[in-house]
């Protein structure tokens, strides 16, 4: 009972959940043994599943990890959410995340940060002040509970790297499927162009049956791709005979920590092992992606969280006598956190109507020049290999001062996302620190299948 208390309040310490709901996990599993008698039993009966905070869940407070949406129970639910519980799974809670999704290390939650179970080879064993690590963010309470065993799977959603950095950061895996792939009804909008749920699991495999319960065409969603889901778990195969896997030149930075660059090698090496052929390919617009990205990402946000007024959801902040005006202003000032208001300030910049032009605009356009150099690099191969993170895990703390080295760490991340582009991050390696550092594979347009194949062959 000791042992096992130590271990409930260790689990506790790292903060993963916002909100627990074993009950939900506990009729799923009930209903799991009733349907094994029956003979009925469904892909995920009774796999007991972390849900990350930013998918509306019946019934069950959903916050974003913001104090403007504390205490908001929805009256529907997520159809990402939906349709894990109509493949059996069950859920034990609402995992933390940066508010609003917004942040690469889970540290702008208002429920405070989430701690990773992992620690530098110095750094102990005991949560040491100074010597914990970011988790990743923003599904940075999913990858510490799938980390820490928690839970064996868990949902997230990338924007920007949100599944990919967080995975990579813990030693676990994750994909971010195609743009369009997962309906993105009922998540929390953060840019709704760049939005895209996907599963979070402790390998290759178990993401693949996540999200061939969690993809499908979705009417209440106008960007959802009307489309088959494929097997994908089914197709899993670790040959990549015939298979060509492209190298991009320009993610080789100059200066990058020599850990990366040794793991990049040795997943060159692994996936010539599986039977590919390696190329080197070029991605042109490369250096443009992050800040087009830091345009993109806070217009499209400051248009999304216009809406949290006071009014319609979460927190209202009236004070004595006030009008409309000031409750909009008192609301949204109290309800909002630093980084969210620092997203909104920029977004609304570069929407308006003087800077429109030579800022969104001039971003867009570089958006599709980096799709385009995702295109011609695809006609000479089948995936691309890359580091997810320039770094591993970073110390709680070490970047909250200088929000520029924070969006820095979402370098490699940011290119698939604003093509769309299907793209997953494997455990390849663990530095000198013996931390893990993760290999980003990225894919054409609906060929998800190629990512795990790819993702297969190196874990
Ligand atoms: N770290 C990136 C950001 O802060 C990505 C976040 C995400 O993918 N949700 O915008």
């Given amino acids: 009972a000791e042992a096992f208390n130590a271990n409930v309040a260790g689990a506790k310490a790292l903060n993963a959940f916002i909100v627990e709901t074993p009950e939900h996990a506990l009729a799923a599993a009930k209903q799991a043994d009733a349907d094994r008698a029956a003979g009925t039993l469904k892909p995920l009966s009774g796999v007991p599943i972390g849900m990350k905070d930013l998918f509306a869940t019946n019934g069950v407070q959903t916050t974003a990890a913001s104090h403007m949406l504390e205490g908001f129970v929805p009256r529907y639910e997520s159809t990402v959410s939906q349709k894990l519980w109509d493949a059996g799974a069950g859920m034990l809670g609402k995992l933390n995340l940066d508010q609003f999704a917004m942040g690469s290390s889970n540290e702008t939650s208002y429920f405070g940060n989430v701690i990773s179970p992992w620690r530098r080879k110095d750094g102990g064993p005991n949560l040491k002040e100074g010597a914990a690590l970011a988790p990743g963010g923003s599904s940075g309470g999913s990858s510490a509970a799938i980390a820490a065993r928690l839970c064996p799977a868990a949902t997230g959603t990338d924007t920007g790297g949100s599944i990919r950095q967080p995975a ?97 090698d040795a997943g060159i090496a692994m996936l010539k092992d599986a039977g ?76 308006s109507a003087g800077f429109y032009d030579a800022y969104y605009t001039q971003a867009q356009k570089v958006r599709a020049l980096i799709s385009r150099d995702f295109t011609a690099a695809f006609e000479t191969c089948d995936v691309i290999l890359a580091p997810t993170a320039p770094s591993a895990a970073f110390g709680l703390g070490e970047k909250t001062a200088d929000p520029l080295a924070m969006y820095l760490n979402d370098v490699f991340a940011v290119p698939a996302s604003l093509a769309g582009l299907p793209a997953m991050s494997v455990p390849a390696a663990l530095n000198r620190e013996e931390l893990p550092l993760g290999l980003q594979i990225i894919g054409k347009a609906f060929d998800e299948q190629g990512v795990l194949n790819a993702g297969l062959a190196i874990e």
């Fill in 276 to 351: 590919a052929e390696v190329v080197e390919i070029s991605l042109p617009h490369t250096k443009y992606a992050l800040p087009a990205y830091y345009i993109i990402a806070p217009a499209e946000a400051s248009s999304n969280l216009a809406r949290y007024d006071g009014v319609r959801y979460g927190l209202r902040d009236l004070p004595q006598g006030a009008g409309l005006q000031d409750m909009y202003a008192a609301t949204r000032a109290e309800g909002f956190g630093p980084e969210v208001k620092r997203r909104i300030m920029i977004g609304t910049y570069v929407l």
């Fill in 168 to 264: 990579a950061f813990t030693g676990i895996s994750g994909i971010k499927p195609t743009y369009g792939r997962c309906s993105r009804w009922g998540i929390v909008a953060f840019a709704s162009s760049l939005d895209q749920a996907g599963p979070m699991a402790r390998d290759v495999r178990d993401c693949a049956i996540m999200l061939q319960n969690m993809a499908g065409f979705d009417a209440k969603d106008a960007t959802s791709l009307d489309l088959p889901v494929p097997d994908w778990e089914a197709a899993l195969s670790g040959d990549l005979k015939g298979k060509k896997v492209g190298i991009p030149r320009e993610y080789r930075l100059d200066g990058i920590d020599p850990d990366i660059d040794a793991m990049w």
